[in-house]
């Protein structure tokens, strides 16, 4: 008999797998990026079941709040390039398939392999809050991760800057004038 | 209660339709939108490996934040790349974009 | 009654437990099904609420421009917003040919959504909360903003291109201000310690935040107002400008949702202004009565809804180009100073022993004082700028005009 969890996981990984494979074959552009809003929610449902709620509200903050209205704008914004009557799929789609099914057998019978995965789940032995606290700790103690975040901030600056200049249309008026 | 084989295989399954769409789509924004599962599904081995193994050293979570921010700085700069080609070329079809400059 | 009066839903909840348990069923699924009982009360009451919300914000508007406001249906108009809901559920739902159906119906639902699932975190009275999660501050933040997405769902797919415009301005503006919003939010957090709404609570025991930080709470207010698409920010629906923004296309009961949900979520700012700046349920003799704080709550939460009204009725709309201004130029810098110069005052406080309250007050002051002499040296070369220009162009008339005669 499954119990509630069990249940729970199977019903989201089926919801977060069928929105993932109408991600890749959905026709148009603006209900694709709605499935992927559903992937994400449902990987946020997975975070929170594995006790990493913080990690599930950072998921819905970034990427559900910021990526995805990201990518709706621009899906709006290049809307006229491909409608929804021209294939979606490249000519060589099928190789695609084959490539996907082949890593999807060997990844899961490499991890079949290894003995630890019909582990169950080890007790937390403290609680959400000091989950956190640890986290928040180890981000700034000199000794241990100071660097990835630092990192990780001066690389999002850089992008910022950087998508700036790139997106900016000051240069192509220039250029239209050149070529006039 | 799960075994961690259930959230592998979630994950690898994940992966590979990332794979599909990277390789199999035309047009150059559901390609980053397949990029963006694959970053996904590798956020959730993470943390499963992380629940199941050593919940006790915070390693595998910081990995987490790091992809986080990588996977944002990376849609940005690719959002912005797309806009700019779509304003020159008129197109987002990735076969058509194969020429630098003509 | 004396155990219902101090802790109403606990003892609520072991009463049906019992009741449930005693049917035979698991205790898990007790467990699940009080929680959704627990949710849909609040959902329920929250969006009862709404009837009175609208009617006081149309009365004191009313009040302000010196007209009566509903007076009709029943005493004093209570009931006018009955009847205008009546009204609007009896109407028929057209839906535009070429719009997409299901993110066209979705849109209303994650408008509404992302209103009422605020009200899970937000603690009510000392023993009243919904679901204490130890990152409450956070939880608001990502639940709020996808109020942003339904309204760009709504806007795609309305297949109208006026729909479209309202909704990018609408998502601009909305992604602009929520920065300042979660920079102001982060003050709160340091000052007190933990993103937990119940802790930020009980930290406010001697001082309220607003004292302590009183420009985090301004900016605050301003992000969240603007969040909302309230007045003075509400060009989403000015009806002169853009038809009707982003629910051109939407009428009947969808629309209803939109109007509830902007309403209630007027409320809801109030109420994480109260909680996080004003110490939420925090008043004399809560101690002894703790439901005596769900009363000192709706108390601070009706003088922020009230000045909330009050701003509406006094000032005039902005432009866009004046907002991105405000928001870029002003508030996020302002935002960003006010948290290095809380959290150097944190540290200080601290390590040097001085009294917490007057490091704060005096670096919120210095800042104010700072962001004062900026804006005056700002206008004063703004204006000359402008000076500048029209003597040139009055000094090449007249020139213009003695060689032309």
Redo the contacts between chains.
């Keep these: 008999m499954l119990t509630l969890t069990q249940i729970v996981f199977l019903i989201v990984a089926a919801i977060t797998l069928l929105a993932a494979i109408m991600v890749v074959t959905s026709r148009s552009m603006v209900h694709t990026a709605l499935w992927l809003i559903m992937t994400l929610a449902g990987i946020a449902v997975f975070f929170v079941l594995l006790n990493a709620g913080f990690l599930a509200v950072v998921q819905v903050a970034v990427y559900i709040d910021a990526i995805a209205i990201m990518i709706i704008i621009v899906v709006m914004l290049t809307q006229r390039s491909m409608g929804s009557q021209d294939r979606q799929r490249s000519k060589t789609w099928w190789a695609a398939v084959i490539a996907a099914l082949l890593l999807f057998g060997g990844l899961v019978l490499m991890f079949a392999q290894a003995p630890l995965l019909g582990a169950e789940a080890p007790t937390l032995t403290v609680g959400p809050e000091a989950l956190i606290e640890e986290l928040g700790l180890a981000l700034v103690d000199v000794d241990r991760y100071i660097v990835p975040f630092e990192v990780a901030s001066v690389l999002l600056l850089a992008a910022m800057v950087g998508s700036i200049i790139v997106a900016w249309p000051g240069r192509m008026s220039q250029e239209q004038e050149d070529e006039s | 209660?799960?075994?961690?084989?259930?959230?592998?295989?979630?994950g690898?399954?994940?992966?590979?339709?990332?794979?599909?769409?990277a390789?199999?789509?035309?047009?150059a924004?559901?390609i980053?939108?397949?990029i963006?599962?694959i970053l996904?599904a590798v956020?959730?081995n993470l943390?499963?490996f992380?629940?199941?193994?050593t919940?006790?050293i915070?390693?595998g979570?910081?990995f987490?934040?790091?992809v986080?921010?990588?996977?944002?700085?990376?849609?940005?700069?690719g959002?912005?790349?797309?806009?700019?080609i779509?304003?020159?070329r008129?197109?987002?079809?990735?076969?058509e974009i194969d020429m630098m400059k003509w | 009654m004396v155990a219902f009066l101090n802790d109403p839903f606990t003892w609520t909840g072991s009463l049906l437990r019992g009741w449930l348990e005693g049917l035979g069923l698991a205790p898990d699924l007790v467990t699940f099904l009080l929680q959704v009982l627990g949710a849909l009360v609040l959902g329920t009451v929250m969006l009862l609420l709404t009837f009175i919300l609208i009617w006081a914000e149309r009365k004191i508007v009313a009040r302000i421009q010196d007209r009566l406001g509903p007076n009709r249906v029943g005493p004093f108009g209570v009931f006018q917003t009955v009847a205008d809901l009546l009204k609007l559920v009896t109407k028929e739902l057209i839906t535009p040919t070429g719009a997409d159906i299901i993110p066209y119906n979705l849109a209303p639902l994650l408008a509404v959504m992302a209103v009422v699932g605020i009200w899970a975190v937000i603690p009510l009275a000392p023993t009243l909360i919904g679901a204490n999660i130890n990152i409450g501050v956070l939880y608001v933040v990502a639940i709020g903003a996808i109020g942003t997405l339904g309204i760009m769902i709504a806007g795609m797919s309305s297949n109208n291109k006026y729909a479209l415009l309202g909704a990018f301005r609408t998502v601009a503006m909305m992604v602009s201000y929520a920065v300042p919003m979660m920079i102001a939010l982060l003050i709160p957090v340091l000052l007190s310690g933990s993103m937990d709404m119940a802790t930020i609570v009980e930290a406010q025991s001697p001082i309220a935040f607003i004292i302590l930080a009183p420009i985090a709470a301004l900016i605050f207010f301003v992000s969240s107002l603007a969040e909302v698409g309230r007045a003075p920010f509400d060009l989403l629906e000015a009806e002169s400008e853009i038809v009707a923004g982003f629910h051109i296309e939407y009428s009947g009961l969808k629309f209803g949702m939109f109007f509830v949900a902007e309403f209630l979520h007027a409320f809801t700012i109030s109420a994480l202004t109260a909680t996080l700046f004003l110490a939420g349920w925090k008043g004399p003799w809560v101690e002894l009565y703790p439901l005596l704080g769900l009363f000192y709550f709706i108390i601070k939460t009706s003088i922020v809804y009230f000045v909330v009204i009050w701003i509406r009725g006094s000032f005039p709309r902005i432009r866009i180009d004046q907002m991105n201004n405000l928001n870029w130029k002003l508030v996020t810098p302002l935002a960003l100073a006010s948290l290095i110069v809380t959290a150097i005052g944190e540290k200080v406080a601290v390590e040097y022993g001085i009294n917490r309250p007057i490091i704060h007050v005096g670096a919120n002051a210095f800042l104010f004082m700072l962001t004062l002499v900026l804006i005056r040296f700002n206008a004063r070369a703004a204006r000359s700028r402008v000076k500048g220009n029209s003597v040139n162009k009055a000094v090449a008339a007249s020139s213009g005009s003695s060689q032309g005669s």
Excluded at chain 2, 68 to 77: I, K, N, T, Y
Excluded at chain 2, 79 to 84: G, T, V, Y
Excluded at chain 2, 90 to 95: F, G, Q, S
Aim: aromatic share 10%; glycine share 2%.
């Design positions: 209660m799960i075994p961690l084989s259930w959230y592998i295989i979630v690898a399954a994940l992966f590979s339709i990332g794979i599909y769409g390789l199999a789509r035309r047009n924004l559901a980053l939108m397949a963006e599962l996904n956020n959730l943390v499963a992380w629940r199941y193994l919940p006790n915070v390693a979570k910081v987490v934040l790091v986080f921010a990588v996977a944002a700085s990376e849609v940005a700069v959002l912005a790349l797309i806009i700019s779509y304003r020159r008129h197109t987002i079809a990735v076969e």
